[in-house]
């Protein structure tokens, strides 16, 4: 049987997994959006379902500093002694900690601060008991490498100095160390090449905790860099596990590209997930190499690179080891306000006012604050779920609420409505607008510096269903089925853009707006 990556689509990136209790446990970043850090399980390992957030209160993840791309990054779950660990950065206030619990379904603790440096922190619980805090960090001389220090588990603090254990294989940006003891070796995984079309994974194996490491003969032993056109890129940073069946499996990163001549993403970072086979004690990741189609996209793929060992390459569909069963997968979806959590399925921009909003379960109420979706740092009034497909369709009935008191402001009339949104200077908007006894609904992009309204309808009253169309190129954008305008995907992306999150559905109020929506749904057919 073959399933389809990526296993997490839309912004799930720098994933973590581990074994625990029969099933698996997977956290992703999530940068400046609260709750912070989403919780999936799964028994199969390709179909997750959310359970929970490790961080749900403003006193574990404290995000009023933090602007586009900043707050939380890269995660790290593991499992030990019936507890679970999540270790993490906020990179603009705490620095790195963790949290605990022993519900994976419950709440969280505080966070427990460790004085280290660097990001992308792991926790390595090696066999004499003893605790490792694992991250990246820097020489005196500006050299990237990973370093460790032992701490006390309950406590954070640290138990003995920084010492570096492996500079890499000579890549950029070494980041995502993850620590391993299997058989007789300690294996030290990391990501190299920046979390780009260059990212790949490495890793070396030592006897000793401490070093010196070895890196493996096959490095990098993921990466799609030399695959120019194939619509997975980027692929890196990423942690592994063993299965009940005994099967070994990889879950990492990477990206969707819009088409084979068209270098842009704008979903975000993924999750997808590979087979691990070994050999003479050294594991390699990947589909092995070929030079067969891809039935998922037509490519010729596997052209000469890493033919030594032939491990190595993130697809889009892959065969699945034959002593591993997963229920298939189901990539079609209608997500509503009935069938989505508000705890799990929405996101906030930062700590948000709570008292602008008003969540049931089949509608959303915004009352606007002083802030709007342009603003750079802290929380508009705005609440989002990812685009997950490129084509996938959204539409929310909107309606503007308090009109005698929106009448009276004329210079910023007040807003509701509907966004494509992936931050303050790029996002695609169609939304109601009040002026004086009328309402209008207005298509306006954000492209950078440049703003503008395209096109604007007077509507017969206050309410309309606000809708956009997406594909892999472009968006197109509707208030009661009368055509707005279109926009191109590619500016919504990083390449564009920049940063490191992918596009939201995002609902929002402002300059004094109060809007109501119902009947939202976001659809995909595969």
């Not at 594991?283 to 067969?292: D, E, L, N, Q």
Request: net charge negative.
């Amino acid at each position: 049987m073959k399933y389809k990556n990526p296993v997490l689509r839309g912004m799930y990136p720098d994933p973590s997994m581990c074994a625990a209790n029969g099933k698996f446990y997977m956290v992703c970043s999530t940068f400046q959006y609260f709750p912070g850090v989403p919780v999936f399980e799964s028994e199969d390992l390709i179909n997750w379902k959310q359970v929970g957030n490790c961080l749900t209160r403003k006193s574990q993840l404290l995000l009023e500093k933090n602007d586009t791309s900043s707050g939380i990054y890269a995660p790290t779950i593991r499992f030990n002694k019936g507890r679970f660990y999540m270790v993490v950065t906020n990179v603009e206030n705490i620095g790195n900690f963790y949290v605990y619990t022993d519900d994976i379904y419950g709440e969280w603790s505080e966070p427990i601060k460790v004085e280290q440096s660097g990001i992308d922190p792991s926790l390595f619980f090696d066999d004499d008991g003893k605790v490792y805090f694992i991250s990246n960090g820097n020489d005196k001389d500006g050299r990237g490498y990973i370093q460790m220090s032992e701490i006390d588990i309950a406590t954070g603090k640290k138990l003995s100095e920084n010492e570096p254990l492996w500079y890499g294989t000579g890549g950029r940006f070494i980041e995502a160390p993850h620590m391993y003891k299997f058989g007789d070796y300690y294996y030290l995984l990391n990501a190299e090449g920046g979390t780009e079309y260059g990212h790949m994974v490495n890793y070396a194996r030592s006897k000793n905790l401490k070093g010196p490491y070895e890196p493996c003969p096959a490095n990098p032993i993921l990466t799609n860099r030399n695959m120019g056109g194939y619509p997975l890129q980027g692929a890196g940073h990423g942690d592994i596990v063993q299965a009940a069946d005994g099967t070994w499996w990889f879950c990492h990163l990477a990206f969707r590209q819009t088409d084979l001549y068209m270098p842009y993403h704008h979903l975000g970072r993924e999750t997808c997930m590979e087979p691990v086979v070994w050999k003479d004690d050294w594991f390699y990741i990947g589909t092995p190499y070929t030079k067969a189609e891809d039935t998922a996209c037509g490519m010729v793929v596997g052209n000469g690179y890493n033919e030594k060992q032939g491990y190595g390459q993130a697809l889009l569909e892959v065969e699945c080891p034959e002593n591993h069963t997963f229920t298939p997968q189901n990539l079609s979806f209608e997500k509503t306000f009935e069938n989505m959590s508000v705890e799990l399925n929405w996101n906030f921009i930062c700590n948000p006012d709570e008292n602008k909003y008003k969540l049931a379960a089949d509608s959303f109420e915004l009352r606007s604050g002083d802030l709007t979706i342009d603003t750079k740092k802290g929380s508009p009034t705005f609440i989002g779920t990812r685009q997950s497909e490129f084509d996938e369709t959204c539409e929310v009935v909107c309606e503007l609420r308090n009109l005698p008191v929106l009448a009276q402001n004329n210079e910023n009339p007040g807003q509701a409505g509907l966004t494509a949104y992936l931050d303050p200077s790029h996002h695609y908007d169609v939304y109601l607008e009040q002026r004086g006894d009328d309402t209008y609904a207005v298509l306006k992009v954000t492209i950078g510096p440049a703003s503008c309204e395209k096109k604007e309808v007077l509507l017969k009253n206050s309410k309309a269903v606000l809708k956009i169309t997406a594909s892999s190129y472009g968006y197109d954008f509707f208030a009661d089925d009368v055509h707005l305008g279109s926009a191109d995907t590619k500016y919504l992306s990083s390449e564009v853009a920049g940063g490191f999150t992918g596009v939201f559905w995002g609902l929002y109020a402002q300059n004094g707006a109060c809007g109501k929506f119902t009947q939202f749904k976001a659809t995909h057919k595969e």
